[in-house]
């Protein structure tokens, strides 16, 4: 049974760092061919923030967080990492971790195979 497990979210106040993990199991974590995160705020719907491909050769990030997030995978270690520093109140969200067995990075929700059942972050001004 393929699992993925989120964790690393917290209260953290603007300007603040945090490094979210998601970590895999259940089926070989090299073999996904992409994994991204997601996130949702209240009342808005899911949206793309990062992904990666399995070969970590190429990113990908939403325009509201390029230059201040960073996505990374340890295969070794089954894990991805989304390393968010600056962070802005707008950043509170309850953050999701998917993966995908064929195809590459998309913002597409439904493209994913698996997800996480997410951590919350909080911003506070």
């Known amino acids: 049974q393929v699992q993925l497990v989120e964790s690393g979210g917290g209260l953290v106040q603007a300007g603040g760092s945090l490094r979210l993990s998601c970590a895999a199991s259940?089926?070989?974590?090299?073999?996904?061919?992409?994994l991204g995160w997601f996130r949702r705020a209240p009342g808005k719907e899911r949206e793309f923030v990062a992904g990666?491909?399995?070969?970590?050769?190429?990113?990908y990030y939403a325009d509201s967080v390029k230059g201040r997030f960073t996505i990374s995978r340890d295969n070794a270690k089954n894990t991805v990492y989304l390393q968010m520093n600056s962070l802005k109140p707008e950043d509170t969200a309850v953050y999701y971790c998917?993966?995908?067995?064929?195809?590459?990075?998309?913002?597409?929700?439904?493209?994913?195979?698996?997800w996480g059942q997410g951590t919350q972050v909080t911003v506070s001004s």
């Open positions: 998917a993966a995908r067995i064929f195809g590459g990075v998309t913002s597409s929700v439904d493209e994913y195979n698996y």
């Open positions: 259940g089926r070989t974590f090299s073999s996904y061919a992409s």
């Open positions: 990666i491909t399995r070969s970590a050769s190429s990113t």
